[in-house]
């Protein structure tokens, strides 16, 4: 079984230009979930989504960051324009769907991005 | 709201010797608690995980966490350490009532010596 995927692994801009950044979940998981991790800092939430609906997008920084998942498969966030401080990793993450929280989350590897 | 607390960024131990990662957490219900590792150029793997029932859990690697309701503690132990566990470690929390974000520690980032 594949794993959460992540597209690309790295990415380096300027600041201004504009970043989209892809996962794709584990085949099945209707829940997708992207995290952030600024340099030395904890790995914090940004939105969940269930299928193709945002359940939670309380960790947004902004709106300069726009998620979707279109047709509850994969899905993309992009960045526009960028700034520095949007430098981290993006983490996603898949589960199924559970009425007791009891399934795990599967991380993908993440996306570095550099903001310049 | 929830927050969790790892109080080493890094430790260092000789391959052999013992191994406790300290977690503290704080939340106003049943959480449920979770170990992760990161290996160099890898994605979050879990370790282990904290529902109910048997506060000792034992996960992958060789790995154990002890949930101490009283300490609000979810420490991770491994008796003896091998090269393969040198990674960052993060200790995260989530709700009860399930399909909802995880509130992440800072990480310990763990370097094993010969």
């Known amino acids: 079984e594949a794993g959460v995927t992540q597209f690309p692994s790295h990415s380096v801009i300027e600041k201004g230009q504009t970043v989209t950044l892809r996962c794709d979940p584990i085949?099945?998981?209707?829940?997708l979930y992207w995290y952030r991790r600024v340099m030395g800092k904890e790995i914090k939430f940004l939105l969940h989504?269930?299928?193709?609906?945002?359940?939670?997008e309380s960790g947004m920084p902004n709106n300069r960051f726009l998620a979707e998942r279109t047709g509850g498969t994969y899905s993309t966030l992009k960045v526009q324009p960028a700034e520095l401080e949007d430098s981290g990793v993006y983490f996603c993450?898949?589960?199924?769907?559970?009425?007791?929280?009891?399934?795990?989350?599967?991380f993908g590897p993440g996306t570095r991005l550099t903001v310049t | 709201a929830q927050s969790v607390t790892q109080p080493d960024i890094h430790i260092t131990v000789s391959e052999g010797a013992s191994l406790e990662l300290r977690c503290n957490y704080s939340?106003?219900?049943?959480?449920?608690l979770f170990w992760y590792v990161q290996s160099p150029g890898q994605g979050l793997q879990l370790l282990l995980k904290?529902?109910?029932?048997?506060?000792l859990v034992q996960g992958i690697k060789g790995f154990e966490a002890e949930f101490k309701r009283s300490q609000s503690s979810f420490n991770l132990r491994k008796p003896s350490v091998h090269w393969s566990d040198a990674a960052e470690y993060f200790c995260a929390v989530g709700r009860d009532f399930g399909n909802e974000k995880l509130t992440f520690g800072t990480g310990t980032r763990l370097t094993i010596i010969p």
């Open positions: 904290y529902f109910s029932g048997d506060t």
């Open positions: 993450a898949s589960s199924l769907i559970s009425s007791r929280g009891r399934y795990e989350q599967y």
């Open positions: 085949s099945g998981h209707d829940n």
């Open positions: 989504f269930v299928k193709e609906s945002k359940q939670d």
């Open positions: 939340y106003g219900a049943t959480p449920y």
